[in-house]
């Protein structure tokens, strides 16, 4: 019998899934800071992503695995995995070769710019 790699359940304790056993994943450039993208994951993905060196992804929608580059050749190396205090979002740092959105943009968060109030800090209320 062989056994099938799983995630270390250490790691797998501390993730908190939505209802479909998922958790956020924030893609990010490591020596930029830039944002590029959001996609989720399950356990696999989090290991093999944690394992491989390339970013695994579940695919909501078509229900299956992919990792980002294997048709495209945008492929995303990873530099470091962080889990946010809640244990229900990862950051993902890469380093991103070409365009980390479907639709060739570099980023996912270039094309729609919504309206926002911009705040500035009251010195009073520090």
């Known amino acids: 019998m062989t056994d099938i790699p799983t995630l270390s359940p250490d790691i797998a304790a501390l ?3 939505d209802a479909h ?3 956020a994943a924030v ?3 490591h020596d930029t800071g830039d944002v590029l993208m959001v996609g989720w994951m399950d356990d696999e ?3 093999r ?3 491989e060196g390339r970013v ?3 695919s909501r929608s078509r229900q299956e695995y992919w990792r980002k580059g294997d048709t495209s050749g945008h492929v995303q190396w990873v530099k470091g995995v962080r889990l946010d205090c809640d244990g229900d979002a990862l950051l993902v740092s ?3 070769v070409g365009a980390a959105c479907h639709t060739g943009d570099r980023t996912c ?3 729609r710019v919504l309206p926002a109030a911009v705040g500035h800090p009251d010195p009073s209320t520090r």
Request: proline share 0%; charged share 20%; hydrophobic share 50%.
């Open 15 to 17: 993730l908190k899934r």
């Open 21 to 23: 056993g998922l958790v």
């Open 27 to 29: 893609v990010q450039q």
């Open 45 to 47: 993905a989090v290991r």
């Open 49 to 51: 992503t944690l394992t």
């Open 56 to 58: 695994t992804f579940w």
């Open 94 to 96: 890469v380093d991103q």
């Open 109 to 111: 968060f270039d094309a």
